[in-house]
């Protein structure tokens, strides 16, 4: 039988020189030796340290290296070399299967980076406090125009003005209960409230002290205090500077996603999409306990009954089946009885935070004429 | 038929083709289809190991001068540079850009656009550095009996020439474009080595204006046509919203734009190529490209048409079509002594082309890089 030929280079020059392959030695003890054309001895492997770099399919071609001598290149071309190679030792010169070392390593790797994921998920939200602190509230309130604006276009058609209620009487109202509220709060913003013209049962605050309800909401609340509740749970995130930090928090999440799967020459997520994920965006747990305890103790504060939110929580999670869009909402609001016991100091103490004609005329905002003509 | 392309011994001297491409589809797309599961499978992790995979195949089945290539990068150095790249530069980037909008938003949102605009370029400035960083890790992994091709020069220089010379093209309004793209070709190739040898390239830009004229007075004519157009839609139907008859026509008209940008370039590119090929040395061995445009044309339409109808199922046919194209229209003539070509001594980048990556900039199963 033909000696098989090859091609060897030893890393050092790209000389290439004409090789026959001999084993030697057996297949256990065995070593591989490639001799020149000259019948110089090149190189001697044994087989346990040969590497296969690379075989063409079916055999068609082999690249081997030595672990003694890794920048070195054995080219085994040609279905008939490669099987007269392997004929020469059973077994050997075969691609190497995965071993449980390197299966342990992805496994740990996959762990890592995982684990790597996780630590970004939960440490973001804790970056974001110190960094929300930091930020000027003028340019809150600025960026918060500008979001109630951009929110104002997106969800209110061309006429972004349409999306909020005029009605004057209903704006007094629910800027005399805000007033109460605030005189109350220990906090550098500013409050401006508004009602949006829109179905869902929903209110959100936006950094800068805006805050908007929905008009579904006051529709599906029975009584003032519910309204006012709900008002001042708002007003209780915007003391805590919650929004600002959802805000930060959304813009560094997606800061993360864009340079790990995004694409980066595409701009940054402009106000618009930022006013549309702050609608949908929800706060921690934390973020609503806080907000719960906080706006009972300004209800109480206030002379306001502080069993409104509580009540209209109770009643509407009855009906959930009715509502969907409450659920969406309070989804991530904290279970009932959470909420039970951070607002066990509820009490009908104190007035329902406007008058029967407030409330009349807070229920009419959208509906009213606009009568002075202005917002 | 028994494929050993691989193995044909040249004839020293004459004219040959520079690479013996031997790949086969059903092996690739093998290759791909496990992939693509893993890939999903990781959340797209796994792409730089699925990345790493294909190249191999590619490397190994292209021969040049009768010995296969061999790929030596690792999914591992991929990963780590994208990794890297993100947490060093586009993360603190990106942060910057988003304070600076806010800040502007509530200080002076007319200056906003200032914003966009810093971002713009330093992406503009970024693309050309990935390039070059990603070609100069290709070459670095490619190896060649036994010794390593490689890249000398700064990528930040290269960011930075590129940069002016893009301002060059715009302030002529692209005339300058053929002197442009000489320059980076001639800083790309006269930086790029075999083991200690290094390629000489001697390219001018002026052999290259008369098709680049050609070429240029049909984007000329097109863009003197968008005025007409539009002014005769206008006339024809004055009210908005216009018929949908008008309206039609526009988008065929904006489809007939659009081929009329991509199409003739291709000509202009092969002139490129061609001339380029033809003032490129590696010691004895001279290169020559046979390409045309109308080729040229068909190949990219086709890898286009490719990848949409198979919504991206295709990509292997892609990658084998570009790879057969070079090798049947690349060739090499004359000689050159490799038993005195010492390995290289370079400095490798330790880790993967991160930017590249980043950024998605294509050519990742190019392997010269031009």
């Given at each position: 039988m033909m000696e098989p030929r090859g091609r060897f280079s030893d890393g050092k020059t790209a000389a290439r020189h004409a090789v026959t392959l001999r084993v030697a030695g057996g297949a256990a003890r065995g070593r591989l030796e490639i001799v020149g054309e000259d019948g110089k001895l090149l190189a001697v492997w044994?087989?346990?340290?040969?590497?296969?770099?690379?075989?063409?399919?079916?055999?068609?071609?082999?690249?081997?290296?030595?672990?003694?001598?890794?920048?070195?290149?054995?080219?085994?071309?040609?279905?008939?070399?490669?099987?007269?190679?392997?004929?020469?030792?059973?077994?050997?010169?075969?691609?190497?299967?995965?071993?449980?070392?390197?299966?342990?390593?992805?496994?740990?790797?996959?762990?890592?980076?995982?684990?790597?994921?996780?630590?970004?998920?939960?440490?973001?939200?804790?970056?974001?406090?110190?960094?929300?602190?930091?930020?000027?509230?003028?340019?809150?309130?600025?960026?918060?125009?500008?979001?109630?604006?951009?929110?104002?276009?997106?969800?209110?058609?061309?006429?972004?003005?349409?999306?909020?209620?005029?009605?004057?009487?209903?704006?007094?109202?629910?800027?005399?209960?805000?007033?109460?509220?605030?005189?109350?709060?220990?906090?550098?913003?500013?409050?401006?409230?508004?009602?949006?013209?829109?179905?869902?049962?929903?209110?959100?605050?936006?950094?800068?002290?805006?805050?908007?309800?929905?008009?579904?909401?006051?529709?599906?609340?029975?009584?003032?205090?519910?309204?006012?509740?709900?008002?001042?749970?708002?007003?209780?995130?915007?003391?805590?500077?919650?929004?600002?930090?959802?805000?930060?928090?959304?813009?560094?999440?997606?800061?993360?996603?864009?340079?790990?799967?995004?694409?980066?020459?595409?701009?940054?997520?402009?106000?618009?999409?930022?006013?549309?994920?702050?609608?949908?965006?929800?706060?921690?747990?934390?973020?609503?306990?806080?907000?719960?305890a906080l706006g009972v103790e300004m209800l109480k504060q206030a002379g306001i009954r502080t069993d409104g939110l509580q009540a209209f929580f109770e009643r509407l999670a009855d009906a959930e089946g009715a509502l969907p869009s409450f659920l969406a909402y309070f989804s991530t609001h904290p279970p009932s009885e959470e909420r039970a016991r951070a607002t066990a100091a509820a009490t009908t103490g104190g007035d329902a935070g406007l008058t029967p004609g407030e409330w009349a005329a807070l229920q009419a905002i959208c509906t009213a004429e606009d009568e002075d003509g202005s917002e | 038929m028994e494929s050993e392309t691989t193995q044909r011994e040249p004839v020293a001297g004459a004219r040959?083709?520079?690479?013996?491409?031997?790949?086969?589809?059903?092996?690739?797309?093998?290759?791909?289809?496990?992939?693509?599961?893993?890939?999903?499978?990781?959340?797209?992790?796994?792409?730089?190991?699925?990345?790493?995979?294909?190249?191999?195949?590619?490397?190994?089945?292209?021969?040049?001068?009768?010995?296969?290539?061999?790929?030596?990068?690792?999914?591992?150095?991929?990963?780590?540079?994208?990794?890297?790249?993100?947490?060093?530069?586009?993360?603190?980037?990106?942060?910057?850009?988003?304070?600076?909008?806010?800040?502007?938003?509530?200080?002076?949102?007319?200056?906003?656009?200032?914003?966009?605009?810093?971002?713009?370029?330093?992406?503009?400035?970024?693309?050309?550095?990935?390039?070059?960083?990603?070609?100069?890790?290709?070459?670095?992994?490619?190896q060649w009996r036994g010794v390593r091709a490689g890249q000398t020069g700064s990528a930040l220089a290269y960011g930075l020439k590129s940069v002016l010379l893009y301002l060059l093209a715009a302030f002529t309004f692209g005339l300058a474009w053929p002197y442009c793209s000489t320059r980076l070709t001639a800083h790309k190739l006269n930086n790029t080595w075999l083991g200690d040898r290094r390629v000489a390239f001697d390219g001018r830009a002026r052999p290259l204006y008369r098709r680049f004229l050609a070429v240029y007075s049909v984007y000329v004519l097109a863009f003197l046509s968008i005025p007409v157009v539009a002014g005769g839609a206008l006339q024809v139907s004055p009210d908005q919203p216009m018929s949908d008859e008008v309206g039609a026509v526009l988008v065929l008209y904006a489809l007939l734009l659009l081929l009329l940008i991509r199409i003739p370039w291709n000509w202009y590119r092969a002139a490129e190529y061609r001339y380029f090929a033809s003032r490129a040395q590696l010691e004895g061995l001279r290169f020559d490209a046979d390409i045309s445009g109308g080729a040229l044309a068909s190949l990219h339409v086709g890898n286009t048409l490719i990848t949409i109808v198979t919504f991206g199922l295709g990509l292997p046919l892609v990658y084998l079509r570009n790879m057969r194209f070079g090798a049947a229209r690349l060739g090499i003539s004359g000689e050159m002594d490799f038993a005195s070509v010492v390995q290289s001594a370079q400095a490798r980048p330790r880790m993967g082309e991160g930017l590249a990556e980043a950024f998605d900039i294509g050519g990742a199963y190019d392997i010269l890089g031009i």
């Open positions: 044994d087989l346990a340290g040969i590497e296969v770099i690379d075989e063409l399919a079916g055999g068609r071609g082999l690249r081997l290296t030595h672990a003694s001598d890794p920048a070195a290149r054995l080219m085994v071309e040609g279905r008939d070399n490669v099987a007269g190679l392997r004929a020469c030792a059973p077994g050997a010169f075969r691609r190497k299967r995965l071993r449980p070392a390197t299966l342990a390593r992805i496994a740990a790797w996959t762990g890592l980076t995982g684990a790597l994921l996780a630590a970004l998920y939960f440490a973001l939200p804790r970056l974001v406090e110190p960094v929300a602190a930091l930020v000027p509230v003028a340019w809150e309130e600025r960026v918060g125009e500008a979001v109630i604006e951009q929110i104002g276009t997106v969800l209110g058609g061309e006429e972004g003005g349409d999306l909020y209620c005029t009605g004057a009487a209903g704006a007094a109202a629910l800027e005399r209960a805000t007033g109460r509220l605030a005189a109350v709060a220990d906090t550098p913003y500013r409050f401006r409230v508004r009602v949006a013209d829109l179905d869902q049962v929903n209110a959100f605050a936006v950094p800068g002290g805006h805050i908007v309800l929905l008009s579904g909401l006051i529709e599906a609340a029975e009584a003032p205090e519910e309204v006012v509740g709900v008002l001042a749970h708002e007003m209780a995130h915007v003391v805590e500077r919650h929004p600002t930090e959802g805000l930060l928090r959304n813009l560094g999440i997606s800061v993360v996603f864009q340079s790990l799967f995004g694409d980066p020459s595409s701009s940054l997520p402009s106000l618009g999409e930022i006013g549309g994920a702050l609608v949908m965006f929800s706060y921690s747990r934390a973020d609503e306990a806080e907000a719960d | 040959r083709a520079l690479i013996a491409f031997g790949g086969r589809e059903g092996e690739l797309f093998g290759i791909f289809i496990v992939n693509l599961i893993l890939a999903i499978l990781t959340l797209g992790i796994y792409r730089f190991w699925a990345k790493t995979r294909v190249r191999s195949y590619l490397w190994a089945h292209a021969g040049f001068e009768g010995d296969r290539l061999e790929y030596t990068g690792t999914g591992k150095e991929l990963i780590l540079g994208f990794l890297i790249i993100v947490i060093v530069v586009l993360v603190p980037l990106f942060t910057a850009v988003a304070i600076l909008r806010l800040a502007l938003q509530a200080s002076a949102p007319e200056f906003i656009l200032v914003a966009d605009l810093t971002q713009a370029g330093i992406l503009i400035f970024l693309l050309p550095v990935a390039v070059y960083r990603a070609r100069r890790y290709r070459l670095t992994r490619t």
